[in-house]
């Protein structure tokens, strides 16, 4: 059984850094692409980034380049995501999610609050 | 960017009777392998999304087979032909054929 597993979040002020975690099983993570998916409260679904499986490859949605960094190890099963100069527009849920040209397995989610 | 338009964004729907959600495309989603990558999900109350239907028309397994996708280009449709009550939850499509991934603004079903 697939398995995504998030954890990481928390309340940071303004300005702050967090980092995220997926911990995957049920599944051989080394030949997936994944990725981080974010939904604000109340809001709608909004990808924000994809790690190809090697590492080798990223992309990001305009809103977090160059603040947010998405990585992965492995031989962990973990993917992580780096995030800085967090505002309060980054409050949201954050759910790691497995791709295959598609986003097919989702996590539980974490909860990232920015405030004061 | 892809901007993915849905419609309506509220549809409230007697038991047993069909619905439908229209997702439209800015731009083509035919990928140049040939493939069209339109996704859509469920999002029930207080739960993760979960997909229904990938490549616009094949369904996950394990999703009633009332759940049904239709489409191509720019234009598709979800349709659900007898609404059950564990249906109830806020639907997305989303493109996946490029960069950035985008998705639809959501339609929420509710029972009337």
């Known amino acids: 059984e697939v398995q995504l597993v998030e954890s990481g979040g928390v309340l940071v002020q303004p300005g702050g850094s967090l980092r995220l975690s997926c911990v995957a099983s049920g599944f051989t993570f080394s030949n997936y692409w994944m990725s981080w998916v974010r939904q604000a409260p109340g809001k709608g679904l909004e990808w924000v980034a994809s790690i190809k499986h090697d590492g080798s490859e990223k992309s990001y949605v305009d809103s977090v380049k160059g603040r947010f960094t998405i990585s992965r190890d492995n031989p962990k099963n973990s993917m992580y995501l780096q995030m800085n100069s967090l505002g309060a527009d980054d409050t949201a849920v954050y759910y790691c999610?497995?791709?295959?040209?598609?986003?097919?397995?989702w996590g539980q989610g974490t909860l990232v609050t920015v405030s004061s | 960017d892809v901007v993915m338009t849905q419609s309506p964004l509220s549809l409230p729907v007697t038991l047993g009777q069909p619905a439908s959600i229209s997702c439209r495309s800015s731009q083509s989603l035919v990928h140049s392998d040939g493939n069209t990558y339109l996704n859509w999900f469920q999002q029930r109350p207080g739960q993760s999304p979960r997909r229904l239907i990938y490549?616009?028309?094949n369904r996950d397994s394990g999703v009633p087979d009332r759940f049904s996708g239709s489409g191509s280009g720019t234009d598709f449709t979800l349709k659900i032909s007898r609404v059950e009550a564990e249906d109830v939850g806020v639907y997305y499509c989303?493109?996946?054929?490029?960069?950035?991934?985008?998705f639809g603004q959501g339609t929420k079903l509710e029972i009337k």
């Open positions: 989303m493109q996946t054929t490029r960069w950035t991934y985008t």
């Open positions: 490549k616009v028309s």
């Open positions: 999610a497995r791709e295959a040209r598609s986003v097919d397995y």
